[in-house]
């Protein structure tokens, strides 16, 4: 069966996949999920030093210690970047990436390129006023402020996002 590392996106941490673990481990895959620096339980990690190479180390190094070869490397949203930066990294031990509500990038690009005008906008706003220059701060994850994003999400799982902390700023614009 397959070896498979499952990278949440922005804010998220490996509590992410727990409704997806349990199933692929049933179906006999061994399943990896990560929490990336300074993300979720490592929010006491993140530093204006944190970016998108330091969440690349974080994937290699889960791979690498765990001598996991033939890997499905998944990324969810913001782990675009690490996931694709860490394939490119050791190729020799993806097999495939799958992309969860994300794709891959064009080189040079950070996830705020890939926003309209005023969503980028907003974003650095939000980082100059709530995040000390550095930080994108957590969203409200609030369904009436946001449906589109948060449609088909349960009570349940908004109350299990509500507690996230941390910053995707590193690898959201640069």
């Known amino acids: 069966m397959a070896e498979i590392v499952l990278v949440p996106g922005f804010w998220l941490g490996a509590w992410a996949w727990e409704e997806v673990t349990p199933e692929l481990r049933a179906a006999g895959h061994d399943v990896y999920p990560l929490t990336l620096t300074g993300l979720a339980d490592r929010a006491a990690e993140a ?13 290699v190094r889960l791979i690498d210690d765990n001598d996991l070869r033939d890997v499905v490397l998944v990324g969810h949203s913001g782990a675009n970047l690490p996931v694709t930066g ?24 950070a996830v705020i390129d890939f926003n309209k005008p005023q969503t980028q906008e907003e974003w650095r706003k ?7 220059g550095w930080q994108l701060p957590v969203p409200a994850f609030d369904p009436a402020a946001d449906p589109a994003n948060l449609a088909g999400i349960t009570n349940e799982q908004l109350v299990r996002i509500g507690h996230v902390r941390g910053s995707g700023v590193s690898t959201a614009t640069r």
Do not use: F, K
């Open 86 to 109: 860490a394939a490119d990294r050791i190729p020799e031990r993806i097999a495939r990436i799958v992309y969860v509500d994300a794709g891959p990038l064009p080189g040079g690009m």
């Open 47 to 59: 530093t204006p030093d944190v970016d998108v190479y330091t969440h690349v180390d974080d994937i």
């Open 126 to 132: 939000q980082v100059a006023e709530q995040g000390d």
